[in-house]
């Protein structure tokens, strides 16, 4: 299968101490995945089959109310095409 991008921004309502705690556990939970990501100061842009990457959305979800969130707004955007799209081909001419 060809590979996607998918850009995930988890906003957990937790207390405002506890934001980036709950975040930082989604976010390993991503780098446990062995996927390429790139976090942003506002969202994380990780590569690989479409299944897998909605997978990650679903999972993210659970890991907020695991640590406390009473709801999470998520913002998800996919990039695809059927040859595939890599995160390189989108960035590497400003590295």
Known sequence: MAKVNLSLQVLPV??????????????????????KYVVGPFETSI?????????????AQSICTEHGAERVVSIVKIDYKEEGVTIYEKVSKYQ
Request: charged residues 35%; aromatic residues 6%; hydrophobic residues 40%.
């Open 14 to 35: 937790v207390p405002d101490r506890e934001i980036y705690y709950v975040v930082d556990q989604v976010i390993e939970m991503i780098h446990q995945t062995g996927l």
């Open 47 to 59: 590569e690989g089959e479409l299944d897998e990457l909605l997978d990650i959305v679903k999972r």
